[in-house]
């Protein structure tokens, strides 16, 4: 079901969380709502749950205009960032909890999770209590609960934001597999720019209650819509004066124009790629990302003068060239 909001405002007292916020999400797409704290993300989702009400606005789910629908009339999965677990339970019963409340027939319950166990690869951990689980296996448990009442929008606030780092690229991988499979319209709440460029197919960049940017991964990496969009979907450095991404420099032994002189400070090697930090000739640092064979191929060492150029034209000029016939 696809999923619009238009023109919403949300005040908490003298504090605006969202600023006439508008958006459209497809049916069945996976959209990432990407921002720094205090930007609006959590709220704008629990907006489109029902869990609170806007100030000015309407949201509309499927074409039906559900802004003063409470949460359990929207047909809505919510995955909270701590599971919300019952202890008490099996995961079985945990998935099974939403089909049970509206007593569906046993039989039909017992399938559902049985189909939604495989399907987050938890068959075999039926019988098992949360404690007893990894916090990964947690919140896929917590997943297919949502989905085991078949929502027709799933909403995950930071899904993975209480997991280790090994663990978050292995579920955001997994969920974007599992996407493909339930094809339901997702939202999901992040601040990782990362997590946001490997699983969404639509990136919405919020920051002090208003949108910012909306596009795709690429979009919003290639053609930010201002400094603070290219300064938070990516790596950015300093150069004449502007922003440019690091890999988007060239490091030359020898003078020439339009290349300004530094020194390198620290070199920093990350595997296949190499970070060079060096000072400009007004003082102000800045650092280059380049490959291993590049820096050994230019003999790069600490201490040294060299000089750096644009490889490629900044977001303010790329924008300003002309398009193709």
Request: proline share 5%.
């Amino acid at each position: 079901m696809s999923i619009v909001v238009d023109s919403v405002t949300k005040r908490f007292g003298d504090y605006t969380a969202l600023d006439d916020v508008s958006l459209e999400v497809r049916d069945g797409s996976l959209t990432a709502l990407l921002g720094p704290s205090g930007g609006g993300k959590s709220t704008l989702l629990r907006v489109i749950a029902g869990l609170e009400s806007p100030d000015s606005g309407t949201v509309s789910i499927g074409g039906e205009d559900a802004t003063m629908r409470p949460p359990q009339q929207r047909n809505v999965g919510f995955v909270f960032q701590h599971y919300a677990a019952f202890k008490h339970m099996t995961v079985a019963k945990n998935v099974a909890f939403g089909l049970t409340i509206r007593k569906r027939p046993k039989d039909e319950i017992e399938a559902r999770v049985d189909e939604l166990l495989r399907l987050v690869h938890l068959d075999g951990f039926a019988h098992r209590y949360p404690s007893q689980l990894s916090g990964g296996q947690r919140q896929r448990m917590a997943l297919a609960r949502a989905l085991a009442v078949q929502p027709r929008v799933l909403l995950l606030d930071e899904p993975f934001g209480a997991l280790d780092a090994t663990v978050r690229k292995e579920l955001r991988a997994w969920l974007r597999r599992l996407h493909d499979e339930v094809h339901v319209t997702t939202v999901f709440v992040t601040h990782d720019q990362e997590e946001a460029m490997e699983v969404a197919e639509q990136i919405v960049v919020l920051n002090h209650g208003k949108i910012e940017q909306m596009g795709s991964p690429k979009q919003l990496y290639e053609q930010p819509a201002n400094e603070f969009v290219m300064g938070f979907i990516g790596p950015i450095s300093e150069l004449s004066g502007r922003s440019i991404r690091p890999h988007e420099v060239d490091i030359l032994r020898e003078p020439s124009g339009g290349a300004e002189e530094a020194m390198i400070d620290r070199i920093v090697h990350l595997g296949f790629e190499v970070r060079v930090e060096l000072t400009l000739g007004d003082g102000e640092k800045t650092w280059v990302q380049t490959t291993k064979a590049q820096a050994e191929e230019l003999e790069l060492s600490e201490g040294e003068i060299v000089w750096l150029r644009p490889n490629a034209p900044t977001a303010d000029e790329a924008s300003d060239a002309p398009v193709p016939a």
